[in-house]
């Protein structure tokens, strides 16, 4: 191992999330609830990515996803990868995809939104996946990647 290199010891069983964009490991780890989670967490910030410049990185142990959280990933950083290991072995891995519809976890940022005074699932479209533009199904009201708010 050179200088330069840094050893992170395998996961036995687990979640990677790699490509992480640049300055997003705080908010994925957020989204994700992962500040209880009772086993082995690494996180790399700011770690230089041929294709990206710059990346994070996240190792969950113990941990495998459900899609509504691949879902969360993706809308935060669409460049992400996911990586499931088994046994030391990959069982899995694929970039994430931007859904098409985002229902119950993203806040419509309409304060006049019924989603907001009634007991209500929010549901939206997702009308620009390259700007991360999403759609109100009550109201019609976008919200953009910057004024996401998770619920």
């Known amino acids: 191992m050179s200088k330069k290199e840094l050893n992170v010891s395998a996961l036995q069983s687990g979640t990677v999330i790699d490509h992480i964009a ?7 780890m957020h989204i994700l609830n992962l ?14 990515s041929k294709k990206y410049g710059k990346k994070g990185i996240i190792k969950v142990s113990n941990k495998f996803f459900e899609p509504e959280e691949i879902n969360k ?23 994430v995809q931007i859904p098409d519809e985002v229902k119950g976890f993203v806040k419509c940022v309409n304060p006049n939104c019924i989603t907001n005074h009634e007991n209500m699932t929010t549901k939206f479209i997702v009308s620009d996946k390259a700007n991360i533009v999403l759609t109100c199904n009550y109201c019609e009201k976008n919200t953009v990647k910057a004024s996401l708010e998770f619920i």
């Not at 640049?22 to 994925?28: K, L, M, S, T």
């Not at 990933?73 to 970039?95: G, H, M, N, Q």
């Open 73 to 95: 990933i993706a809308l935060v950083s669409p460049t992400a990868t996911i990586i499931e290991i088994r046994d030391y072995e990959v069982i899995k891995k694929e970039s």
């Open 35 to 48: 500040s209880v989670h009772e086993d082995q967490i690494y996180l790399g910030a700011n770690l230089d």
């Open 22 to 28: 640049h300055g997003h490991v705080e908010r994925v």
